[in-house]
């Protein structure tokens, strides 16, 4: 439901902060 979300709020985010990305990922943990 938000992968797509999580991609671009990713992009924008990560280049603003890089570790609000993380949070997000964080739980996901593809792999």
Not at 6 to 31: L, M, N, Q
């Amino acid at each position: 439901d938000g992968e797509w979300g999580v991609e671009s709020f990713c992009e924008f985010t990560c280049r603003d902060c890089g570790h609000v990305w993380i949070e997000k990922e964080a739980p996901k943990e593809p792999g």
